[in-house]
């Protein structure tokens, strides 16, 4: 897998995941590890019909005046396949936690795993939100 390529295929005709670093996850999944000093380096999968997401992050707090749409565009995202402007949403989405002080396992383990399964889906491209 190459990082950084231009893609040959129009938007119009992708299919895009989201891979966010700002510690989303559906209300049922487990919360992110915020108290380990080195950092979670797991992630959780998002659904891409999922209905309701909150977040575990020390900086982001789930509220009624949040808005996680612009850490994890899912909702917009969904906006854009309608408009014919995204070919499609993949199946699933990635979330991570960031502030991760010791990246080793992240760079071995986890984002290996990932991005083998965005390769598995057949995804043409990748929305990174940092957080």
Known sequence: MLPFVHSKKLLAESRIALVTTGGVHLPEQARFDIDDPLGDCSFREIPAEAAQLTWTHAYYRPGEDAD???????????DLVEEGVVGELNHRHFSFMGAIHDAGPLIDETAPEVAEKLLEDAVDAVLLTPS
Do not use: A, G, K
């Not at 996680?68 to 969904?78: A, E, G, I, Q, Y």
């Open 68 to 78: 996680l749409d612009s850490v994890f565009p899912l909702w917009t995202m969904r």
